[in-house]
T-cell receptor
């Protein structure tokens, strides 16, 4: 069966520090991968998605970037964190063909101080 | 463009009472619709989905939802609330399959279940 792993679970970082959040999917090939951010009372905002290695689409201009160095690995990064980057970050995947729903990781709670 | 509106950011019900969480959508094509549940500090778990088959969809934990095209609605119901149902619920819409067809979420409804 397929599983998605996301780490770390919680992270406290100072303003101006770099960020790297990692997500990996097991048990499938060529998944579609997504990064969402959840802020209190604002639902889920799609940040990036990827349909293949090295293919990244950005939904919202911001202080973050994403990369997909391997088929089942999706990384969210920042060179310098802002206070506004605080939130709950969720990675998700969909099967490559004829997929409707997405499956989510357990999330990373990021607090920028 | 697709969008979702969830009426009521907070809903409170008594244990054993009917649960009704409202969702209205906007889509330029026949949509795929979903309900997800989120427990504190966890990811989202799929409750149920509508993919153009039966309009009444049954999901996990006794939840069901009915797709009403004329009302552009996909409300979530459960006949009898349980304490374990307390969580945040998200309605989502997608306009197709494949990686480029993203899920667009509503802002969520926090369900509180009281004794």
């Amino acid at each position: 069966s397929q599983t998605i792993h996301q780490w770390p679970a919680t992270l406290v970082q100072p303003v101006g520090s770099p960020l790297s959040l990692e997500c990996t999917v097991e048990g499938t090939s060529n998944p579609n991968l997504y990064w969402y951010r959840q802020a209190a009372g604002r639902g889920l905002q799609l940040l990036f998605y990827s349909v293949g290695i090295g293919q990244i689409s950005s939904e919202v201009p911001q202080n973050l970037s994403a990369s997909r160095p391997q088929d089942r690995q999706f990384i969210l990064s920042s060179k310098k964190l802002l206070l506004s980057d605080s939130g709950f970050y969720l990675c998700a995947w969909k099967p490559p063909l004829w997929a409707t729903e997405a499956f989510f990781g357990q999330g990373t709670r990021l607090t920028v101080v | 463009a697709q969008s979702v509106t969830q009426l009521g950011s907070h809903v409170s019900v008594s244990e054993g009472a009917l649960v009704l969480l409202r969702c209205n959508y906007s889509s330029s094509v026949p949509p795929y619709l979903f309900w997800y549940v989120q427990y504190p500090n966890q990811g989202l778990q799929l409750l149920l989905k509508y993919t153009s088959a039966a309009t009444l969809v049954k999901g996990i934990n006794g939840f069901e939802a009915e797709f009403k095209k004329s009302e552009t609605s996909f409300h979530l119901t459960k006949p009898s609330a349980h304490m374990s149902d307390a969580a945040e619920y998200f309605c989502a819409v997608s306009e197709g399959t494949g990686g480029g067809n993203k899920l667009t979420f509503g802002t969520g409804t926090q369900l509180k279940v009281e004794l």
